[in-house]
């Protein structure tokens, strides 16, 4: 049995919710509310984290309605159908509590998001010989600390 204070990887989470709600994993980028690559990556561990606030509070109401489904409280669509509406439970003050509060922190995360920090690292040592600064725009936003991002912001007048 598993202590309480041991996380399951992800990979184990987004299974279980998956078998019991009858979802595959385009299904469950979907409903959560993030992209098929992502979902991958954190299934493969490649990330280890949702920065979307939002879509990590449906994963954890998610994993709760999977488990009304294997105890047989609810029905997979039951369940489904509540996931779909259950951002809107929510409360505000979590979600503007957990949003990012500067412009670099957004383009930040959607980087991040989007994909993981050795990619944006190839991909700006490709392009640095044609454009430095698409590189360095690649490199501070997808692999760089949130200070660096935000210096990079100020230095170009957007914040």
Known sequence: MQHRSQRAPLSDVFKRCGQALGLNQSELSRLLGISAPMLSQLINARRIKIANPVAAARLTRMVSLADEVRTGLLTAADAIGREADGVSEIPVATLIRSLPRTTAS?????FRATAAAPDYLRAAELIRPV????SELLQVFGAERLDRAEAFVRARGLA
């Open 106 to 110: 957004q383009v930040q995360g959607l």
């Open 131 to 134: 454009s430095p600064e698409i």
